[in-house]
């Protein structure tokens, strides 16, 4: 049975005050209430409705707002309002039609008495709103966007928050004091390193915005660096988030498009970064790993500016500056977030480099480590047995036993499996090694894998192939992927990793990995990369694939031995796990993270 009611009234002071007179616990109970217009809104939870309507009427960045709705229910508590408050602004956020235009102080996410039985009601809740025409699409589907995955306004772990409270704390000093500094976020696969930069970047465009007059929430997390003093410090501050990986950037410019405070021109590439003729007081950096070193770039126009970048900034073409380098150069404040292990061409940053990186951040106390799973269901657990698999040196496969985790004999059948979980769940796709020529890009009728009688095509979009139409009839490469969730991956093992029959150990087959840019060697820097530098790359690829599923990863294995040996460990097939239940994204297991 309902419990609650949405009292709908426009917003103007006569509505308010007809509302509120006849019952005096408006004044004295908990609500969440939503004020909007055709295209912006806003979301709040008080003890009183009334007052805080008319603060809100005295805001003139609210008072082009034209309707309010108020959600009330007997049993609802501070803690449930909190809940259904950082709730609604998720799914606003994620289903786009409206702009959010709170500020973004910290959502909380506490846990708190019978919170099951009032998160079902939330969903009610939701679909009275989308039935008054406030959502276009049903949660499933909004959970699943990257307007959802990649919002500012997520509720941060306590990891997360620990770093932003220390990132913005030691900033503050930095400003006060005029001394430059260098932040490192590092983290494996999942554990949310994208969602700290992006809400890092809404958060200071609102303390750099912030009112005087419009006080912050008293229960938000970060509602204590509002001050007019900090104001101040950021006036006229110049930031940036830099993003390596092309359909990543354009995922992200997205979302800042339908953020207030932010736009897609913050989102920049490293050659954007090295080229502006300003310099940039902030540049916080995702993907840090893919930054290049001096290389052969993908084109002869990106090797002239990568030349001509060096000449403007250090006088001649140096060959040791990277783009690492340039970051740096162009701005007096980093954060960079980071993974060793999740480097996939010889071009991208060396391991001395980023560890040198991280040494310095540390020795500055600026070092911030995630190591909470907010992907993988299978958790922290699942992404070291992935690692310890690809190596040979896994042993059980214990630990995440709801993780539906399964190795496929035959490709057409795990392709099957993933059809009927994208059914389900949507964003379930196949994935692969660049273990096959990419013979589509030259002739769009050829095909580019064929196994066991089932032929299909790489990606035959660069840019945001997960959602693209016909993506589940693709195989999407290392490039599409990486930085993004699945719910479900089915992972294609090429011939380019293989187990030894001499020594038992897992090694790289040159001839049988494709991508040309992921074996060259740099004459430029005199650097050749043997079998075993070659091996590092193919099982850092194999690593993110395989930690893309939130719910679920399908293998299917290449090479006979390699595959045996993934036999001795995981279930196969048909006889697998029973299939993951997890609620959908209730926990915000569905952060990026990257």
């Known amino acids: 049975m309902t419990s609650f009611r949405v009292e709908h009234f426009p917003f103007s002071k006569q509505a308010v005050r007809t509302w509120a007179e006849p019952d005096g616990r408006h004044a004295n109970w908990p609500v969440v209430y939503t004020i909007s217009d055709h295209g912006e809104v806003y979301v709040g939870e008080t003890l009183n409705a009334a007052g805080r309507l008319r603060q809100h009427l005295d805001n003139e960045g609210k008072q082009h707002l034209k309707a309010v709705r108020i959600v009330i229910d007997e049993t609802f508590n501070k803690s449930a309002c909190l809940d259904l408050e950082s709730y609604l602004i998720r799914l606003f956020a994620g289903d786009g039609q409206l702009k959010v235009i709170n500020r973004n102080e910290g959502i909380t996410d506490a846990d708190y008495y019978d919170r099951v039985r009032y998160r079902n009601t939330f969903d009610e809740i939701f679909e009275e709103l989308r039935a008054a025409g406030m959502f276009t699409r049903d949660i499933p589907e909004i959970e699943n966007s990257d307007l959802f995955k990649l919002s500012p306004f997520k509720s941060l772990n306590q990891e997360q928050a620990v770093a932003m409270e220390g990132i913005l704390e030691g900033l503050f000093e930095d400003l006060e004091q005029g001394a430059r500094s260098t932040v490192v976020v590092q983290g494996d696969p999942g554990t949310g390193k994208t969602i700290v930069g992006v809400f890092l970047m809404k958060l200071l465009r609102d303390i750099q915005a912030a009112n005087p007059n419009d006080r912050p929430e008293t229960d938000s997390l970060f509602s204590d660096f509002f001050v007019e003093g900090h104001s101040e410090l950021l006036h006229d501050f110049r930031i940036g988030i830099v993003v390596p990986q092309q359909s990543l950037r354009r995922s992200i410019q997205k979302v800042f498009a339908k953020t207030p405070g932010l736009d897609r021109s913050m989102v920049l590439t490293p050659f954007e970064v090295g080229a502006s003729d300003h310099d940039f007081d902030l540049l916080v950096v995702d993907e840090t790993h893919r930054l290049n070193q001096r290389a052969n770039q993908p084109t002869g126009v990106l090797n002239k500016k990568f030349r001509a970048i060096n000449g403007a900034l250090y006088g001649d ?29 010889p071009a991208d940053l060396p391991r001395p480099v980023l560890g040198a990186l991280v040494r310095e951040a540390k020795e500055a106390n600026r070092f911030y480590p995630l190591a909470s799973q907010m992907r993988v269901a299978g958790g922290a657990d699942y992404i070291d047995f992935i690692r310890r698999l690809l190596r040979g040196e896994a042993s059980d496969a214990g630990g995440f036993a709801s993780y539906d985790l399964r190795l496929f004999q ?17 964003l379930a796709r196949l994935v692969a090694g660049y ?16 196994l066991d009688g089932v032929a299909l095509h790489w990606n ?6 997960i959602n693209s139409e016909g993506s589940i009839d693709d195989v999407g490469s290392i490039h599409t992927v990486q930085g993004y969730d699945l719910n479900y991956a089915g992972v294609i093992i090429g011939e380019d990793l293989r187990l030894d029959p001499l020594t038992g150990k897992v090694r790289a087959h040159r001839a049988s990995y494709y991508d040309a ?7 430029t820097l005199g650097i050749t990369y043997d079998d075993d530098a070659l091996l ?12 893309r599923g939130i719910r679920g990863t399908y293998i299917y294995v290449c090479d006979p031995r390699l595959r045996s040996y993934f036999e001795s460990l ?13 609620s959908r994204g209730r926990s915000e297991a569905a952060q990026p993270r990257f």
């Open 435 to 450: 273990a096959w020529p990419w013979k589509s890009r030259k002739d769009a009728s050829e095909f580019d894998i064929e």
């Open 317 to 345: 073409d140096d060959l040791t500056k990277t783009q690492l380098d340039w970051i740096r150069s162009k701005s007096r404040h980093q954060v960079f977030l980071l993974d060793e292990g999740q480097a996939v061409r």
């Open 570 to 582: 995981l279930a196969t097939g048909t006889q697998a796990r029973p299939h993951a239940t997890h």
């Open 536 to 547: 590092e790359f193919i099982l850092n690829i194999y690593a993110v694939l395989l930690t």
């Open 517 to 523: 840019k992921g074996k060259e060697n740099n004459p």
């Open 410 to 426: 035959n490709l057409g059948e795990m392709h099957d499996a993933i059809r009927a979980r994208d059914e389900e769940h949507g």
């Open 460 to 465: 035959r979009t660069a840019v945001d192939w």
